[in-house]
């Protein structure tokens, strides 16, 4: 079994910094891309941020240059610290992760969600 849980979510006002936390857990074998995806009511889920087990970084074009994704490799994490938030960035995000489990099979993981809302 592989977990992901996210935290950090919340209600801020436009202009306002939050920084969401992701935790991958469980049968790991290795850990390739980590990302963010948000979903509005009634949309679709789309790309936020991916991280490469290297480092190398991809943006949703809405994003760039307000939002920052990061991951610290040791602890099986990934971060998104989202700056100058504004109300089209409210949705749902959910951390999704490229795992390959112990039994060495790849899959697409995803977190439970967290609730960002941005007041105007």
């Known amino acids: 079994q592989v977990h992901l849980v996210e935290s950090g979510g919340g209600l801020v006002q436009a202009g306002e910094s939050l920084r969401l936390s992701c935790a991958a857990s469980g049968s790991i074998f290795k850990i390739n891309d980590m990302g963010w995806y948000r979903q509005a009511p009634g949309n679709q889920r789309d790309l936020v941020a991916v991280?490469?087990?290297?480092?190398?970084?991809n943006y949703g074009g809405s994003v760039k240059g307000r939002f920052t994704v990061s991951r610290d490799n040791a602890k099986n994490m990934v971060y998104l610290q989202m700056n100058d938030l504004k109300p089209e960035d409210t949705g749902v995000y959910y951390c999704?992760?490229?795992?390959?489990?112990?039994?060495?099979?790849?899959?697409?993981?995803w977190g439970q969600g967290t609730q960002v809302t941005v007041s105007s």
């Open positions: 991280i490469t087990s290297g480092g190398s970084t």
């Open positions: 999704q992760a490229k795992i390959i489990n112990l039994g060495m099979s790849q899959y697409n993981y």
